[in-house]
């Protein structure tokens, strides 16, 4: 890897973004990270400087509901990582809030990198879009596809939908003008955070430790450390078994329950309370009946889905963190923080 290879990294503020950012300043590359609003760029930079040389590290502005700032992203980039999408913390009214954006973001990003002439793309997707509808008691491959005719959830649908699009508009393109590509289908991303705001994947745990949870349906968790997540992205970049594969990376499967138990047993001492007290499953579908909230937690009832991670863990060498100290680090740094 040239010392001056440009990395363009879409939604450059978000949480598995900036882990991804700081790895591969750590790495030698150079990376311009895109945004919404550049008013957020000091703080993302003075986050980062925390834990690495931000010499490297650029910002433009591009919002993936708007055409204009694209080019000027791509422009002279070696590779893109687009890792933008919406991820709400609450479900919305609208299905489509989640689905356009996710979707026509996804192309606006790759038509900018074609034209530009980036030779790999890797795409953040999610195990979203992989697990929604299946069979439950199947394990589940790269080969699976949620179910975008069930009612999965507005999440689930815009990774499907979105993922299944730019790999559409890649395989369309001619084999002369076709960037090599890739995806990352990443579990629920636990960890440590750069920047003070959290994203929905630290909602379950900051909750916990507020206790705003009511108590604890027996629901499943397939989860994964954000410094794996970001691992996985950048050795997607310049490895060559990569391109033409979708890569899920899942560290280990918990319920609800034992990550409570967890939390409980490293923040007892300094005086939390984590809600232990279990919830009925009878509870949470009477309550999906009122609040559309609780319809994701009804389809998610049972043990976690099982997902055979033996793609990233052969070709990439991948071996990740114990979800223990995951957990551990993650309610640290909110903490630290302030968020908590």
């Known amino acids: 890897m040239s ?46 400087s925390r834990y690495c040389d931000v010499g490297n590290l650029s910002f433009v502005r591009a919002d993936l509901t708007e055409d204009d700032g694209w080019q000027e992203a791509m422009d002279g980039a070696d590779f893109l990582l687009h890792m933008a999408s919406p991820l709400p913390a ?9 689905i356009v954006p996710a979707r026509d973001g996804a192309l606006r990003a790759l038509r900018a990198a074609v034209a530009a002439g980036v030779r790999r793309v890797v795409m953040t997707s999610s195990i979203a879009a992989i697990s929604g509808g299946q069979d439950k008691s199947a394990t589940l491959d790269e080969s699976h596809w949620s179910d975008v005719t069930k009612d999965i959830g507005a999440y689930q649908k815009s990774k499907t939908i979105a993922e299944r699009a730019a790999w559409d508009y890649i395989d369309g393109l001619p084999a002369s003008g076709r960037p090599e590509f890739a995806v990352i289908n990443p579990g629920f991303v636990l960890g440590p955070v750069i920047d003070r705001d959290t994203s929905a994947s630290h909602e379950i745990v900051r909750r916990l430790m507020a206790r705003k949870v009511p108590g604890i349906p027996d629901i499943g968790f397939s989860f994964v450390d954000v410094r ?91 071996q990740p963190l114990p979800m223990a100290q995951s957990i551990v680090d993650t309610a640290d740094s909110l903490i630290a923080q302030k968020i908590a």
């Open 3 to 48: 010392e001056t290879a440009l990395v363009t990294v879409t939604g450059a503020s978000g949480f598995i973004a900036l882990h991804t950012i700081r790895q591969l300043l750590e790495q030698g590359y150079a990376v311009r990270g895109t945004v919404r609003d550049p008013g957020r760029v000091e703080r993302l930079a003075t986050g980062l």
């Open 90 to 98: 609450e479900a919305p009214d609208d299905e489509n809030e989640l």
């Open 228 to 318: 794996d997540v970001a691992s996985a992205h950048v050795t997607a970049l310049t490895h060559s078994a990569a391109p033409g594969n979708r890569y899920i990376c899942v560290a280990e499967s918990m319920s609800f329950r034992d990550l409570a138990q967890q939390l409980q047993d490293h923040l007892a001492p300094r005086g939390y309370r984590i809600p232990q007290r279990a919830v009925p499953d009878w509870m949470v579908r009477a309550l999906a009946l009122i609040n559309p909230t609780y319809k994701v937690v009804v389809s998610r009832l049972g043990p976690a889905t099982k997902f055979d991670t033996s793609r990233v863990r052969g070709d990439f060498g991948w």
